[in-house]
């Protein structure tokens, strides 16, 4: 059983930065892609930023050129910069990390940006 664990979150200011940590336990299977996902009240779980095993990265359009995703493929770690953060990126945050076909979800972290 893989475990994430993600860690960073808070309450920041409109303009404000947060970094979010997500490290996968190792495993004896490689580690595929890893990324985030983000659900606010009343909405469903949406795809903020993924990771392959490669290095290749993808973010959502409302992310694009704020948020960066960087990954420490030594230590199954990876990272959500988020700069110029806006009150819609209020949010519970959730890792997740793929074994071939399972994906594996941290227990998320709240991330809360007043106006």
């Known amino acids: 059983q893989v475990q994430v664990a993600e860690s960073g979150g808070g309450l920041v200011q409109t303009g404000g930065s947060l970094r979010l940590s997500c490290a996968a336990s190792?495993?004896?299977?490689?580690?595929?892609?890893m990324g985030w996902y983000r659900q606010a009240p009343g909405d469903q779980r949406r795809l903020v930023a993924g990771?392959?095993?490669?290095?290749?990265?993808n973010y959502a359009d409302s992310v694009k050129g704020r948020f960066t995703l960087s990954r420490d493929t030594a230590n199954n770690t990876v990272y959500l910069q988020m700069n110029n953060l806006k009150p819609e990126d209020t949010a519970a945050y959730y890792c997740?990390?793929?074994?071939?076909?399972?994906?594996?979800w941290g227990q998320g972290t709240q991330v809360t940006v007043s106006s």
């Open positions: 190792r495993s004896r299977f490689s580690i595929g892609g």
């Open positions: 997740y990390a793929y074994i071939g076909l399972n994906r594996y």
């Open positions: 990771i392959t095993s490669g290095g290749s990265t």
